[in-house]
């Protein structure tokens, strides 16, 4: 088999994305992420710019000590200033004691910058370009040249632009890089320039490096490849500078699954997804679901046209397979469902129901109906679950109901008592009464734990069950204080997590159909056989 065309990925998470509306990495935040990026097989990580502030010189210190298994660390800096030289200058001197094998240095290609931004001559900065890249070579240093708004140099002035290119290759750089600056060219254009230095710079490798202004970044790199570009720069969830970088983590897969490209240094492309989430987890950013590839709505189906046909062959709406990039096919519960999905439930709960029995539609006409009134089963599947249960065949609930009731105390006696308030849960288990009180900080967590205390003497396995999230919705806030609200409750028992869900113009009430799911649920799902004792449930 022919071996597949190596593209190095060159991820400046550390540096561009360092750049990025409210991104800030502590030094071992930055540790962790070069562990991540090497784990996931990029080539380069440009790691920081060593001549911005101390914390990315002492990180440098710290991180030469680490093994990588096959990514190389780069220090990211300009060119030396205009009136200095090389040995005088502060940012070359933290260059170099950052000790990376490798820097990147950014350079002017636009002649309108370098009249404009740098007050210097076209002769001044070509000279800047060419001590600096020198001198870096005459250390020892790999360079990787960042020739900076190459594309609107390119257009402004082709002749300079390749200029400033001539000049970095002369002084020995190892790479040069294309810089897509501003982020506003579009991809024939990028292409057609990225093919025009390809074929006048044979014998050196020819970069990428795009901004996201135009939304065009990641096809912007792609058409570079497609032009030749063997090294693509970009940050692995698309961060950085104003709109951004190119996402590495679309390009890699892309790359990898689209254009047969080898990128990842033969490491395997299903890790992407669990590595780019622990790097988000680390730069306390989270993935938005409608990430290509790597987000959670990626694989998500909601249509019921689309689960439908994704049911019947996963190609009809999945251009590659989730698990090729490590995610996973979700199947959502909503308003938009047919029959497909709904009869795919039902399998499980009542298989001697057919796909075109009328309790199949009847069911789908119900979830419908719920959500018209205010319920989102999306993400709270468990208490769909039990609608289905309660539809079809024997089923009989775990306890009734007799009544429950909440009180506050305010003024609170004891202002350090985190216990504001009461709840009382009268319930009846197959026709044995319980009763129980507990205190709360605030009624719904009074409420939750008096159903638990009434029930654990019944099912004993409640113990373990816990609240891990809660959420309230309102549904039509112009309705004010009567608004209807949504209450969504994520509990768990140590082994499994599991979300249900309440709608109710009493949020009390909302709060207490959620928390009897929750335990109605935790209770189904242990295998445990109801009493037989059949009344309405809920209050
Ligand atoms: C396109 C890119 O993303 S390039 C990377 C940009 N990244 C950053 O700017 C983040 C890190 N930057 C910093 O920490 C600071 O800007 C520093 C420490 C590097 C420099 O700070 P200061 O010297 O105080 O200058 P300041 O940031 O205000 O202005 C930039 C200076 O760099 C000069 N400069 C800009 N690009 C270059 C270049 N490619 N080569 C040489 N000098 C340059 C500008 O002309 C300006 O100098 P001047 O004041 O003599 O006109
Ligand atoms: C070098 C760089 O970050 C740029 O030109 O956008």
Known sequence: MAEKAKIDLFDSTLRDGSQALGISFSVSDKIRIVELLDELGVAWIEAGNPGSNPKDLEFFRKVAAMQLSCARLVAFGATRRKDSSCADDPNMAALLE????????FGKSWDFHVKEILHATKDENLKMIGDTIAWFKEKGKTVIFDAEHFFDGHASDPAYAMACLETARDAGADVLVLCETRGGALPWEVERVTRIVVERFPGIPIGIH???DGGMAVANSLVSVNAGATHVQGTLLGFGERCGNANLSTIAADLALKMDRDVLNGKSLERLYTLCRAVA????????SGTPYIGDGAFAHKGGMHIDGVLKNPASFEHVQPAAVGNERRLLTSEVAGRALIFRALQRIAPYVDRNDERTSALVGTLKTLEAEGYQFEGAESSFELVIKRNFGSWHPYFNLVHYQTTGNHPVAD??????????????????AGIAAAEGAGPVNALDKALRKVLESFYPSLRSVHLTDYKVRVLDSRSATASKVRVLIESSDGERNWTTVGVSR????????ALSDSIE?????????PPTEHTAHGA
């Open 281 to 288: 987890e680390v730069s306390n950013v989270s993935v938005p």
């Open 506 to 513: 009493d949020i009390i009430q909302a709060s207490w159909l």
């Open 415 to 432: 202002p350090h008592s985190p216990e504001t308030h009461m709840a009382v849960v009268k319930v009846s288990v197959n026709g044995s």
């Open 521 to 529: 649920y935790k209770l189904m799902s242990d295998g445990i056989v």
């Open 210 to 212: 795009a901004h996201d």
């Open 98 to 105: 950052a000790g990376t094998d490798a820097v990147a240095i």
